[in-house]
């Protein structure tokens, strides 16, 4: 049963996502109350919104690794618990090999099982924030209001999880979509779709989501086209490089200006995907039976088609393909990353003038909002808005480090006394097996390394 009034709380989260929970059950591991805690979003459940790109990706497996998962503690990692979950010691050979990576189906197992044990649906109060005031009297905290102005509660410290921003188009296409005639054949990779067994279709980007779109046409019978703006896309088993996984390498990351930052960014986030043999020999075959394709190039100009479409693709890397008649067009260009497409977000840039170069909020070290965020009411934030301070922010790994992060400096703040440790661990097994057996329900994801 989710909240029915506002209510003051010592924690608000702002946002319903993944980092919703993993705020929430880092909060109520170390010692909060439940009933201290608010989570503002519309969604009954934190996954919803993952799964749901998931399942437009027809993504099976994710791209993070064994320690990437919704336990409050790292131990045990998610090889462990899958291997505990399975009796088999498959998913632990394959975690030291970095070759494990947990199923999409596992992975929500988890996260609803942790979700509904700790109470976190209990706790939500089922509006979207629109507004947010910076309040110090009687004492530091922040007054929220929804998307209609109307009163939502009061924090002591806010955590701004607001997720992704919208999804990403190049110019050509968005262009495109705004065209009736054109719109139902122009899609982005996270979008519903379906291929036709006689189609062909042009897949922009050699990212992780690209690679499963190459997958899925080729599953369905259809022709690819697959376009890349760089002829020689990068293979990284991880989102960034495995150092940034790690405090060293995030606090050498820190220790850049942000400009470079930024621009370091650019380089480490420009669309990777890990090697994996399932997906090569899908690309193979279909390379053999002459229904896979490799050009560079940027789609300039859309129109209609004898097949659907007809797109220009002009090439920096040599003469121009030119133009094709194809069946659709799927764009695995991500999400928009500056923060100005998230409405509450551009509000408070507007109206405190908190410091932003390249769209993104330059945020303290700590993740804390310039301006806003005081050691004793925190203003902080997570995610892929985070990503000039955590690289790997918008991960499960990186969401866990900023909530861990954020949490233990409100308990300091707050001065709480901690869940003594024998708690803890009863609280982590006891989460732990209840996961195993949510997980031994769902259907294995295969492992494509």
Same mark, same amino acid.
């Given at each position: ?107 929500? &197992? ?17 509006? *979207? ?55 139902? *054949? ?28 190459? &997958? ?5 019978? &259809?022709?690819? #086209? ?87 693709? *002009? ?10 008649? #194809?069946?659709?067009? #799927? ?57 000039? #301070? ?42 732990? &097996? ?16």
């Amino acid at each position: 049963m989710t909240l029915a009034q506002p209510r003051d709380s010592t924690i608000a989260v702002v946002g319903d996502g993944f980092g919703s929970a993993l705020v929430y059950t880092t909060a109520v591991y170390l010692g909060f109350r439940p009933e201290q805690l608010t989570v503002y979003g519309p969604n009954g459940n934190a996954v919803a919104t993952y799964q749901q790109f998931a399942y437009n990706l027809g993504q099976t497996i994710l791209r993070s690794e064994s320690e990437s998962h919704f336990l409050p503690a790292d131990w045990p990692t998610f090889a462990q618990l899958d291997a505990w979950a399975r009796r088999s010691p498959a998913p632990l050979l394959r975690s030291v090999r970095r070759r494990y990576n947990p199923g999409v189906a596992e992975i929500l &197992a988890e996260a609803t099982t942790v979700q509904r044990l700790l109470g976190w649906d209990d706790n939500r109060l089922p509006v *979207r924030i629109g507004w947010l005031q910076r309040e110090q009297q009687p004492t530091p905290h922040f007054t929220l209001f929804d998307e209609k102005a109307n009163f939502a509660g009061r924090a002591r410290h806010v955590m701004l999880a607001l997720g992704h921003g919208p999804l990403s188009f190049p110019p050509a296409l968005a262009t495109a979509r705004e065209d009736p005639e054109l719109a139902d *054949r122009v899609v982005q990779a996270y979008e519903p779709k379906a291929y036709a067994a006689d189609g062909r279709y042009v897949v922009i980007g050699a990212g992780i989501a690209s690679v499963n779109e190459w &997958a899925n046409a080729l599953d369905a019978g &259809a022709k690819v #086209v697959s376009l890349l703006r760089s002829p020689t896309p990068d293979e990284q088993d991880l989102n960034t490089p495995r150092c940034f996984f790690e405090s060293l390498g995030i606090d050498a990351y820190q220790g850049l200006p942000f400009d470079q930052r930024l621009e370091f960014l650019g380089q480490i986030l420009k669309g990777t995907a890990p090697r994996r043999r399932g997906w090569e020999q899908k690309v193979r075959e279909g390379r053999r039976q002459g229904r896979f394709e490799q050009l560079m190039g940027e789609i300039d100009e859309v129109r209609p088609g004898p097949a659907g479409l007809r797109v220009h693709v *002009r090439s920096r890397h040599g003469p121009d393909p030119g133009w094709l008649d #194809v069946t659709g067009v #799927v764009a695995g260009t991500g999400f928009q990353k500056s923060g100005l497409t998230l409405p509450l977000l551009r509000r408070l840039v507007q109206f405190y003038g908190l410091p932003l170069q390249e769209g993104r909020l330059l945020l303290r070290s700590n993740c804390g909002v310039p301006g806003l965020d005081q050691p004793d009411s925190r203003l902080c934030m997570m995610g892929i808005h985070a990503n000039p #301070v955590i690289p790997n922010g918008d991960t499960i790994a990186g969401l866990k480090y900023v909530a861990r992060r954020f949490v233990a400096d409100c308990a300091r703040a707050e001065r709480i006394r901690y869940r003594p440790f024998a708690s803890r661990l009863r609280l982590q097994l006891s989460l732990a &097996a209840s996961s195993a057996r949510a997980m031994r329900q769902v259907r294995r994801a295969e492992q494509l390394a």
